[in-house]
C-alpha cells in the first residue's frame, strides 16, 4: 500500500546537525530565530513552556515530545517563567551538556533538544504539507529514538550518516503519526487522519500520473464533489488540484536533482502527457525550467 507520508519524509532527506543536553534550574526564559531549521525536543525530567510564533505556548512535561518542521521564532521558558524580559543563556559545560537558568544546586529540568537539515531541493513545498508544531505526550519510543540520535551523533561510528539518516526518518514518521488528527494544524497529517480524505490522497500517491479531477478524487474519498473539495482544503490547507501539482512537481524535482532521467521522461513519469506542458507548468511552479533546474547545481544540490 502507497503509504504517503512516508514519502514525504523520504523525499526530505532528513540529516543530523547538532543536539544538544540541556539541564535547568529555576526561572529563565529563550528566545531564538531558526530561520525555518527543523527543531524538536524531548522533555526527560521536569517540565517547561514553548512557544511558536503565532501559537499559544504549551507545557511541555516528562515525557513529552515537540517537533517544528520549519522554526523561525521559538521561545521558550521555566514553568513560571521570570519578570523580567531578559534572556538566558545555556552554559556549556562540556560534553553536549548544557545548563540554564541558576547555575548552582539541583536542577528541575531535563531535556534533549536539536536541529536537522532537509536536503531535498523542494524542502520548503514539503514542509508545508506537514503540521506546524507536532506536539506528542505518552510517547516513549519517540524519547528512546531521540536518545538513540544523540548518542549516534556523538560518536564517529562506521556508517555513522546513514544510520543517523535513517534514525531521523523514523524519528520524523514515528512523530507525525502520533500526532493526533483533530489536533494537527492543517496539513498531510491531518489528511490522513481523515479516512475519507485518506483513500483519496493514497490513490493520488499511487498513481500521481493518472489525469485526475476534484470528481476523480471525490469518488475515491466517497464523498460529493463540494464536500470533498471544503474538507480538504479545511484539513490538508490547500486544494486538492494544488496539492496534486506540488507533488507532482516535488517529485519532478527529485528525479533532476538526481539526473535519473531526460527531461520527457520525467514529464511523462509525473503526469503530463508532452515535455512542453510539463515545461511551462513547472517554470510557472519553481521559476526555471526543468532543464535549467537540473544543470544548476546551487537549484538541485
Known amino acids: 500500500m502507497t503509504d504517503p507520508l512516508a514519502e514525504v519524509v523520504a523525499l526530505l532527506q532528513p540529516t543530523a ?7 535547568g534550574a529555576g526561572q529563565w526564559q529563550s528566545r531564538r530565530s531558526d530561520a525555518g531549521q527543523p527543531f524538536y525536543c524531548v522533555v526527560l525530567e521536569g517540565g517547561c513552556r514553548l512557544a511558536l510564533d503565532g501559537h499559544d505556548p504549551i507545557v511541555l512535561q516528562a515525557g513529552d515530545f515537540a517537533l517544528i518542521p520549519a522554526a523561525f521564532g521559538v521561545s521558550m521558558s521555566s514553568l513560571v517563567p521570570p519578570a523580567s524580559e531578559i534572556q538566558s543563556a545555556p552554559v556549556a559545560l562540556g560534553q553536549g ?14 531535556i534533549l533538544a536539536g536541529h536537522c537539515s532537509f536536503g531535498s531541493p523542494d524542502g520548503g513545498l514539503l514542509v ?10 505518552g510517547e516513549p519510543r519517540l524519547a ?6 544523540n548518542d549516534e551523533s556523538l560518536e564517529q561510528r562506521p556508517a555513522r550518516e546513514v544510520v543517523l539518516a535513517h534514525l531521523l526518518e523514523v524519528l520524523l514518521i514515528e512523530a507525525l503519526r502520533s500526532t493526533s488528527g483533530t489536533a494537527a494544524s492543517p496539513g498531510l497529517v491531518r489528511g490522513l487522519a481523515d479516512i475519507r480524505l485518506s483513500a483519496a490522497i493514497r490513490a493520488l500517491h499511487k498513481d500521481p500520473t493518472r489525469a485526475w479531477t476534484v470528481v476523480d478524487l471525490a469518488k475515491e474519498a466517497a464523498l460529493s464533489r463540494s464536500t470533498f473539495f471544503t474538507r480538504f482544503q479545511r484539513m490538508v490547507g490547500v486544494t486538492p488540484m494544488a496539492y496534486l501539482l506540488s507533488w507532482r512537481m516535488a517529485l519532478a524535482k527529485d528525479l533532476l536533482r538526481r539526473h535519473s532521467a531526460g527531461v520527457a521522461e520525467i514529464a511523462e513519469r509525473v503526469g503530463y502527457g508532452s515535455t512542453s506542458t510539463f515545461s511551462v507548468a513547472f517554470s510557472r511552479h519553481v521559476g526555471c525550467t526543468p532543464t535549467q533546474f537540473a544543470k544548476d547545481k546551487t537549484l538541485a544540490a
Open 97 to 110: 551538556l548544557f545548563r540554564i537558568g541558576t547555575q548552582d544546586g539541583p536542577t528541575d529540568l531535563r
Open 128 to 137: 508545508s504539507l506537514l503540521p506546524a508544531l507536532v506536539h506528542v505526550r
Open 17 to 23: 546537525r547538532f543536539s544538544k543536553h540541556i539541564v
Open 144 to 149: 528512546l529514538l531521540v536518545r538513540l540520535l
